[in-house]
């Protein structure tokens, strides 16, 4: 191991000098939300009721949720990061998201549920993405041919054909307010509508959100997790640091990391700037990533989730090993830790985020943290966090492509290597 380098991280007098910075990016943000832009902090002020659907929904035996994007890694991080990463296999109720234009994955759930007994919720807040609309025709087209009543399907859009067909063939639609923005809507219609057909106890996921929101309104960087989160990563940044690894030390977050991989992305990443968003997952990626994270390019800044106490736990025992009598919650928290003082060690800066225990309300918590940290980090940036401007034109070219007037592979590519 190279000899151990200095610690690179903040002092005190580094944040007195980002006073301003901090202020400004704070200011801004309620602004925006004074001025009705910020949808994500209105939405959980709202009463939970107003998501759930009559007792007749809850008979389906499958739910399937089919979207994109903000409009489905959110539902699909909290369900998992509170049921599990195997609630199938131990629910009565079965889950399954539809989140790709892959017609194999398409196939396999249509494999597996009964579409008569299935529940389908068609997420869309544009209502024209074109793989949630292609997965819909099809999966409508099917139920039509199995005798499906309007009540297998519930639509969550705020406009576009999917709204249109809402309305024309009498689905139930919720509606997503204009201002919130996909990739900050899991705490709005487009995830506890679903979620509260999925177990999820939405009240305590909301409660956790607005209590997180009490935090973030405070003007004191030192008493503001979000604020605070927010001028790490910044000031990281501008040390170079151009790419932000999130990696829990527990299963049911790792779907967290691939929602905060769009919200970090598509949200700051403009103009030129950004910082790169990676999933990792410990302990496993202790024995995939770290030596580059240690021993490669000093571009990343770390951020660690650890839980206290997990929901099951186990004591190993092999008498004169040293594992003898540990608890596989102590040896996974023991990794984290020593994960986290090498990389300070090789002056890798990491932070670590504690959870006392991971269920609805911390989740809230932990959710409307991000969220908030990415609206100050636009802030700091001063880059409009609330927009995705670039991708419509690869959603152009795709058009075009299905409409025929683009030319063949010849011109998507410059070469192809075939295999
Ligand atoms: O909810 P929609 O409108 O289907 O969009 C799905 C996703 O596609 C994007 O617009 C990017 O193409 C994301 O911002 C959004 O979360």
């Not at 739910?63 to 609630?87: F, H, P, R």
Request: charged share 30%.
């Amino acid at each position: 191991m190279k000899e151990k380098i200095g610690i690179e991280g903040i002092s005190l007098e580094d944040i007195e000098g980002m006073r301003n910075i901090v202020d400004t990016a704070y200011r801004r943000t309620m602004e925006r939300y004074d001025k009705g832009e910020l949808g994500f902090m209105e939405v959980i002020q709202k009463d939970c009721e107003c998501y759930r659907l009559s007792d007749r929904y809850k008979e389906f035996k499958y739910i399937l949720v089919v979207g994109m994007g903000g409009s489905i890694l959110g539902t699909q991080m909290v369900y998992e990061g509170v049921k599990g990463v195997y609630a199938n296999e131990l629910n009565s109720k079965k889950v399954f998201f539809l989140d790709n234009s892959d017609p194999e994955l398409l196939y396999s759930i249509l494999k597996i549920v009964a579409l008569r007994e299935t529940l389908v919720f068609v997420v869309s807040k544009s209502g024209n993405t074109v793989e949630t609309l292609a997965n819909f025709f099809i999966l409508r087209e099917k139920m039509k041919k199995e005798g499906c009543r309007e009540d297998n399907v519930v639509i969550i859009s705020s406009g576009g054909l999917l709204k249109e067909i809402g309305k024309r063939e009498n689905y139930k639609i919720f509606e997503i307010p204009e201002n919130v923005v996909g990739r900050f809507s899991v705490l709005s219609s487009v995830g506890l509508v679903p979620l509260s057909c999925m177990g999820v106890d939405i009240g305590k996921l909301i409660s956790g959100a607005r209590d997180m929101d009490k935090l973030c309104r405070r003007e004191d960087v030192f008493n503001n997790p979000a604020l605070m989160n927010a001028l790490i990563h910044y000031m990281f940044l501008n040390r170079g640091k151009s790419i932000s690894v999130i990696m829990p030390y527990i299963e049911r977050l790792y779907r967290f990391d691939l929602w905060y991989r769009q919200l970090w992305a598509e949200s700051l990443g403009k103009d030129g700037k950004g910082q790169t968003p990676v999933a990792a997952l410990g302990a496993k990626d202790q024995h995939s990533q770290l030596q580059l994270y240690l021993d490669g390019p000093k571009d990343k800044i770390i951020t660690f989730i650890k839980v206290r106490k997990f929901k099951e736990d186990f004591t190993i025992r092999y008498k004169g090993h040293y594992l003898d009598g540990c608890n596989l919650s102590q040896l996974i928290n023991f990794q984290q830790l020593g994960t986290e003082r090498v990389l300070t060690s090789m002056g890798v800066p990491n932070i670590s985020i504690v959870l006392e225990d991971l269920d609805e309300y911390t989740l809230g918590k932990l959710i409307y943290m991000y969220e908030m940290t990415t609206a100050f980090m636009g802030e700091m940036m001063e880059v409009n966090a609330f927009n995705q401007p670039a991708v419509e034109e690869g959603k152009k070219i795709t058009r075009e492509l299905l409409e025929g007037k683009g030319k063949g592979e010849e011109v998507v590519k410059d070469y192809i290597i075939k295999i």
